[in-house]
């Protein structure tokens, strides 16, 4: 093919080799996101997914976590003609050309890669750039063939909600002290979510995924709290407040990576720019104590969320000490 004629996620390739291997984009330095491509050069998602796959099998891409898709370190220098190979008429790596891609290319197709793709989009892009389009075009296969093994979007998100929440397990003697259990529970809660910080999205209190690996967290506070005096109602709405404050905080890092994203600046960039409002803030007479608390910080207040986890974690259980210990009635509801 000619690079007119070549399908569009080959230019567009193409086009961020060049800027690789040029040095306009330099390594660890993100290049732009799915989400990115598909507007700047007008093409769906799934497209833009296979933009990124393709230089990815060259080496020259990788993904980071809640980064997003970088360049690797060591790019290496121009890529070969990516083209199709002579005297033939189909694509040389069907993990690229999903389009073509027939029953050789679905055999190795199961819902566990399924679901490991789709985790990885997420953690790399976040929810808005995941589809099912995309995840075909990640795996290489055809647009529809994961519907064979997944009905819908929404079972897709169960699945993958399930399986973050099942990469940590607890141990079979528990530490000595409901305290201690809930702190480990609540830490191990904390330590998903950041790995994951989509996971924080899908779920609400009023509306809770009904999953067997949550259910496992929930199992842990819930034996913690068992035969120390508190009714059946207590020993709920203890799990649950325990549970809405952690995923309440970590909902914060999948709507910081959203705001990077949109805007391209870090979070202290956007402070920096915020800075002429915050003056007339801190300058009105309307916010003494405010004021004063922030003139108190030599170097600013620094907001960290694994600090002020700690912070609420601590002062949560300081608060049910005496209700799980016996000191304090459970206030009846209204």
Do not use: C
């Not at 079979?172 to 910080?197: D, I, K, M, N, Y």
């Amino acid at each position: 093919m000619t690079p007119e004629t070549d399908p569009p996620f080959r230019r567009i390739a193409a086009e961020l080799r060049r800027r690789i291997t040029e040095g306009e984009l330099a390594p660890g330095q993100r290049v732009p996101s799915t989400r990115r491509i598909a507007e700047e050069w007008g093409v769906a998602l799934a497209t833009a997914t296979k933009v990124l796959t393709t230089l990815s099998l060259e080496g020259l891409v990788e993904s980071r976590p809640r980064v997003g898709t970088v360049v690797a370190p060591a790019a290496g220098p121009p890529a070969p003609d990516r083209g199709r190979p002579r005297n033939q008429g189909s694509d040389p790596a069907p993990v690229i050309g999903a389009e073509q891609d027939g029953p050789e290319g679905d055999q190795d197709l199961t819902r566990a890669r399924i679901v490991r793709a789709a985790v990885e989009i997420a953690d790399a892009e976040g929810l808005a750039a995941l589809s099912m389009r995309g995840v075909a075009a990640r795996l290489g296969v055809a647009a529809m063939s994961p519907y064979r093994y997944v009905g819908s979007k929404e079972e897709l998100l169960l699945l993958m909600a399930d399986a973050a929440f099942g990469e940590a397990a607890y141990p079979a003697v528990p530490p000595e002290g409901w305290r201690a259990q809930l702190e480990l529970g609540a830490r191990t809660l904390w330590s998903l979510f950041r790995r994951h910080p989509w996971l924080a999205q899908l779920g609400s209190l009023t509306r809770p995924l009904l999953l067997p690996n949550l259910m496992v967290h929930a199992e842990w506070a819930l034996r913690a709290l068992d035969g120390r005096g508190l009714d059946a109602r207590a020993m709920l709405d203890v799990h649950v407040l325990l549970y809405g404050y952690v995923e309440g905080i970590a909902a914060n890092l999948e709507r910081e990576a959203q705001a990077e994203a949109a805007t391209g600046l870090s979070e202290d960039e956007w402070m920096d720019r915020q800075a002429p409002a915050f003056r007339a803030i801190t300058s009105s007479p309307r916010y003494p104590v405010f004021s004063r608390l922030v003139q108190s910080f030599e170097g600013g207040y620094d907001l960290d969320l694994d600090t002020l986890f700690e912070f609420g974690l601590r002062s949560l259980l300081d608060g049910l000490t005496g209700l799980v210990e016996g000191r304090t009635e459970p206030r009846a509801p209204r």
